[in-house]
């Protein structure tokens, strides 16, 4: 079976982790700190705070940014769920908006028309790994005293006009969960340069103890556990710095796809570098052509399966998920671009380690299938 992805893990990442358990610090260690020193810097940031989950994360930004109900929150519908759900968790309400074909993220043009009174912020996500028009979404933010989140789970190392996804926002994560570009099993990083923030997240990771000062069963605010272990932490250390090599290889991996994929008729390829932007590679999308309906699109997922190709559908749009249409009453139609991409996104088989033959192989069944559906 060729799977969809798979994390690149060396002796350098075990060797760090059994250090770890040679010791008698598990959880709120020298690791943690010295991972968010490391990704701190690498995200051109004043802090990072380490937490259990990209997920956890935009939790507790949305805690600290003190998000409530009958506040709106604007972002796209194109995205993993996490970067909605987050919103509701504090009782907001996500505002949609279409995304812009090409780069599959947040139309930025659509934004204005969108802002009311109960606007607190913009959640925009790097989609793919491809940074969203942050410059834009900055200045339209200043202009109407706007939060902006920044979802960068899927793009580290990635960057926009010369500076890194993550450094954005009043506010950005990253996620490390094992399909992204680097792992730590589980865990997610909360990135700002905002002291109140960095303050905010790192007591209410932790039970919502003093930041500093705090005895053990002292709590003075809500709290979670949303805490980063010391074995994560040290895994996630020899993965960030193996960064631009996994970074490297994955893009290799996108070149040869592209090269391949962009010989097949009515198969688009997934958008390269291009004038100031240089994008960090999560999965490898191909987009069939208008020509394809959904279904047929399903049949190739399931036709690749049965030959040990392992596809996905990326992403189903979050305002047509069961949960979303039940509490808000949205239907098909609302957000067209973004639901025609869905329908016609195939995920394919994409890690830094996979093999020319196997892509060759992706590539080949992809072809007899599409001309079977
Ligand atoms: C992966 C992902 C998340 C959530 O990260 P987890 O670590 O899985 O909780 C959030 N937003 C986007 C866009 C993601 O791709």
New binding site residues.
């Given amino acids: 079976m060729i799977p969809l992805s798979s994390p690149d893990i060396t002796k350098k990442e075990q060797q760090a982790v059994l250090k770890v358990l040679q010791t008698s610090t598990l959880s709120l260690g020298p690791k943690l700190q010295e991972f968010e020193k490391r990704i701190a810097a690498f995200a051109e940031r004043k802090y990072a705070v380490g937490v259990s ?3 956890a994360a ?1 939790h507790l930004i949305a805690k600290a940014m003190g998000f409530q109900k009958g506040d709106e929150v604007i972002t796209t519908p194109f ?2 769920i ?2 909605s759900n987050c919103i509701l968790y504090e009782g907001a309400k996500p505002v949609f908006v279409d995304i812009d074909e090409e780069t599959l993220n947040i139309d930025v043009s659509q934004i204005e028309r969108k802002i009311t009174k109960k606007t607190k912020a913009i959640l925009a ?1 790097d989609v793919f790994g491809y940074p969203a028009k942050w410059e834009e979404i900055l200045s339209l933010a200043k202009e109407y005293n706007l939060k902006v989140i920044e ?1 960068s ?2 793009s580290i190392g990635a960057f926009y006009h010369g500076k890194p996804c993550g450094s954005f926002g009043d506010a950005a994560i990253y ?1 490390f ?1 094992p399909n ?1 570009q680097m792992t730590t099993g ?1 865990g ?1 990083m909360v990135l700002t340069d905002d002291k109140r923030i960095a303050d905010a997240v790192n007591s209410m990771r932790n039970q919502g103890r003093k930041v500093k000062g705090s005895q053990w069963l002292e709590h003075v605010r809500l709290g979670y556990n949303y805490r980063l272990p010391e074995i994560e932490s040290a895994l996630g250390i020899v993965q960030l710095q193996r960064l631009s090599s996994l970074l490297q290889k994955r893009a290799r991996v996108a070149d040869v796809y592209t090269r391949m994929i962009g010989q097949i008729p009515g198969v688009f390829t997934s958008p390269h570098n291009t004038q100031g932007i240089k994008r960090s590679w999560f999965v490898y999308v191909a987009t069939l052509s208008q020509d394809y309906t959904r279904k047929q699109r399903d049949a190739v997922i399931a036709a690749m399966g049965k030959q040990g190709i392992q596809c996905s559908t990326y992403f189903q749009t979050i305002h047509l998920q069961p949960f979303y249409r039940k509490a808000f009453g949205y239907k098909p139609g609302l957000f067209p671009i973004a639901e025609s991409v869905s329908d016609r996104t195939i995920a394919l088989p994409f890690f830094g380690n996979i093999t020319e033959q196997q892509m060759q192989r992706v590539v080949k069944t992809l072809k007899r299938c599409l001309e079977k559906v």
């Fill in positions: 989950s990209g997920t935009l995205s993993f996490a970067s996500v979802d789970a899927e996620s969960y992204k589980e997610g």
